[in-house]
């Protein structure tokens, strides 16, 4: 297995939400393994990755609990001591208000690990005991009494999300819509608008990656007002996917036939979102198929003054 590039104990009371963070990591890029026995992470460091996961080095998140095998918070201590010699490490450990956890208990109707044939609250009040040193060592604590499984999440990706980590996978696709709209897109555009190549003669056998078509679409009197504007709306909208932790976000340029003025202005776009740092997968649906009057309908009469 390569190194990881960073290792972060995940542990903390039971119900404070240990799972949602685990979740949230795995989503950012993390690789996680949960309720691992400690004996265990060393075997675990010298394994290879499943095939089809790339070998580059991502960081580690591990959840260790009072449930874990073998739990024991010194040793705990002294094995992330160890590990630290060689790898950046650090503890986060997530605390709860006892009569939160209880409410959370009583209202999923699972019962406390330390206390199967007990009220939750002697349970809780154990598990509190045992893992007092390794509150006293972690690095981070998040009281979630008060946030939602939510505002977690936010937090843990505003916290833990490196320059990488945590950006959804970006798409830019051209279509024609009158092959369809594409059934995952996210953001819909219409370039419709924007004067027809296809009805250009010399122009009709070419695509939107070609240097003469994409010159007389940016041609339109409206194109350039209209493509900045759409490229600083992606341009604001895309953090925020991040933010909210959004894992995929397609963005589809439509035109009639998907061959023309959505090629270009998807190729565009994607050059500026490219620019602006963002790495863009680029897709033409449509731009394989031949062209037909039928599809693009009749072109537009000139207006006489």
């Known amino acids: 297995m390569t190194k990881p590039t960073q290792i972060l104990l995940v542990t903390g009371m039971s119900g ?8 949230t990591l795995e989503d950012i890029g993390w690789e996680t393994v949960d309720n691992l026995p400690l004996s265990l992470l060393a075997p675990l460091l010298r394994t290879d990755a499943p095939a089809g996961i790339r070998e580059d080095s991502r960081p580690l998140a591990i959840c260790i609990g009072t449930r874990t095998r073998g739990f024991d918070a010194v040793q705990v201590i002294d094995r992330l001591q160890t590990l630290a010699d060689s790898v950046p490490t650090g503890t986060l450990l997530l605390d709860c208000a006892g009569a939160e956890l209880e409410r959370r208990y009583s209202e999923t109707r699972r019962r406390h690990p330390l206390a199967l044939d007990r009220p939750a609250s002697d349970g809780i009040a154990r598990e509190r005991e045992i893992l007092a040193p390794l509150r006293d060592w972690a690095n981070r604590v998040i009281d979630t009494t008060d946030l939602t499984s939510n505002d977690l999440a936010q937090q843990i990706r505003a916290t833990f999300s490196g320059e990488e980590l945590g950006r959804p996978t970006l798409s830019i696709m051209s279509f024609g819509f009158a092959r369809g709209l594409p059934r995952n ?121």
């Open 185 to 305: 897109a996210d953001l819909v555009f219409d370039m419709r608008f924007l004067r027809n190549p296809h009805w250009v003669a010399e122009l009709r056998p070419g695509t939107g990656l070609d240097p003469d078509v994409a010159a007389y679409v940016a041609g339109d009197p409206a194109y350039a007002e209209s493509v900045e504007a759409i490229e600083r709306l992606l341009l604001l909208l895309l953090p925020r996917y991040r933010a909210e932790g959004k894992s995929y976000v397609t963005v589809a340029i439509g035109c009639t036939g998907g061959r023309h003025r959505s090629v270009h202005v998807a190729d565009r776009i994607a050059r500026r979102l490219q620019a602006a740092g963002f790495s863009p997968t680029v897709t033409h649906r449509d731009l394989g198929t031949a062209p037909q009057d039928s599809l693009e309908g009749a072109p537009k009469a000139k207006l006489i003054s």
């Open 16 to 23: 404070a939400g240990k799972s949602t963070v685990l979740r």
